[in-house]
Structure formats: C-alpha cells, structure tokens
C-alpha cells in the first residue's frame, strides 16, 4: 500500500504539531492501520458520500491521540483520505481538530479529484 500525503495535509499537521506534540505518532499509527484495511470501518471511519466523484473519500473520526490522554479514541482529531483500491494507494487530504472545523473540506476534495 502506498500513502501520500497532499501539500495541504503536511501544512494542516505542521500546525497542529505546534499545540498536539503527539499527532505525528498518532498519524504513524492510522498509516499502519490502513495498511491492514484501508477501507471505512464503522463507527472509526466511513465513506464519504454524494460527492458526485468516482474516487472513494473517506473520514476517520476515531482516532486514538497520547495528546488526549484518559479521553479515548474519540480524540476530536479527524482524518480524510482518498482511497485508490485497484492502485493499492491512498492519499491523504486533510487532517483537523473537530473544535475548529466542522466538516471536511469538500473544495479541497473537488480540487484534488475531479
């Protein structure tokens, strides 16, 4: 399985290492969990739908973070990703804290994979 990573990600994580000094770790961990299945796992992640694009994006909600600790893996920290099956790759897009951001932002998606 090949990972990359969008310009936009690595600029999303530089700026939550500043206050989450443990979210590199974190991400480590995720890669190494979707090497195993890529695929969305309810209730940890899900498909992304009616986005109108052939490429499957996917939300990781639950994310186990050292940052948080004694709060679970319902850290607030979410993850979106394309996953590329036939290619065997994913890429990801974005990466935030859900006391800051809401919602994906689908723009980016639209941009990346139209």
Do not use: Q, W
């Not at 209730?43 to 639950?62: A, H, M, Q, W, Y």
């Amino acid at each position: 399985m090949t990972i990359e990573e969008l310009n936009e990600f690595k600029k999303d994580l530089k700026k939550l290492t500043k206050k989450y000094r443990t979210i590199i770790e974190d991400v480590a961990i995720v890669k190494k969990v979707l090497n195993v299945n890529p695929n969305g796992r309810p209730p940890f992640s899900f498909r992304i739908d009616n986005l109108g694009l052939e490429t499957c994006v996917i939300k990781v909600k639950k994310i186990a973070s050292k940052s948080f600790k004694g709060k679970g893996v319902n850290s607030g920290f979410r993850i979106i990703y394309a996953h590329f099956e036939k290619e065997d790759k994913i890429v990801f897009i974005e990466i935030y804290h859900k006391s800051k951001k809401d919602i994906e932002d689908k723009e980016r998606i639209y941009n990346n994979f139209k």
